[in-house]
Nanobody, 127 residues
Framework: QVQLVESGGGLVQAGGSLRLSCVASGRTFSNYAMGWFRQAPGQEREFVAGITRGSGPTYYSNYSDSVKGRFTISRDNAKKTVTLQMNSLKPEDTAVYFC?????????????????WGQGTQVTVSS
């Protein structure tokens, strides 16, 4: 079992930055690929970014087209933490952001591949 707790959400003006963190507890963090998803009101939950599992130092990452070049995902296995640095935020980035853990190899963009989920953290970007 893995427990995930997100933090770092809040209210920010367009063009600003936020840094989301997700701390894991339970089983070996490095065994899990990690992903960030988001869900805006009335919309489906969508993939934002993912990072491969392993002990490093090299990881591979993947991003949705809507955030590519603005968001950066990283992980620190020693701290059991995955981070999403969000820059140049836009009002359309407003959503609840979820951290998720995937036991399989690679980076998956669909929710059903992920085994554990956090409760989410709200990000609101004002225009």
């Amino acid at each position: 079992q893995v427990q995930l707790v997100e933090s770092g959400g809040g209210l920010v003006q367009a063009g600003g930055s936020l840094r989301l963190s997700c701390v894991a507890s339970g089983r070996t963090f490095s065994n899990y690929a990690m992903g960030w998803f988001r869900q805006a009101p009335g919309q489906e939950r969508e993939f934002v970014a993912g990072i491969t599992r392993g002990s490093g130092p090299t990881y591979y990452s993947n991003y949705s087209d809507s955030v590519k070049g603005r968001f950066t995902i990283s992980r620190d296995n020693a701290k059991k933490t995955v981070t999403l640095q969000m820059n140049s935020l836009k009002p359309e980035d407003t959503a609840v952001y979820f951290c998720a853990a995937d036991m399989s190899a690679g980076i998956h963009t669909t929710q059903t591949n992920y085994d554990y989920w956090g409760q989410g953290t709200q990000v609101t970007v004002s225009s």
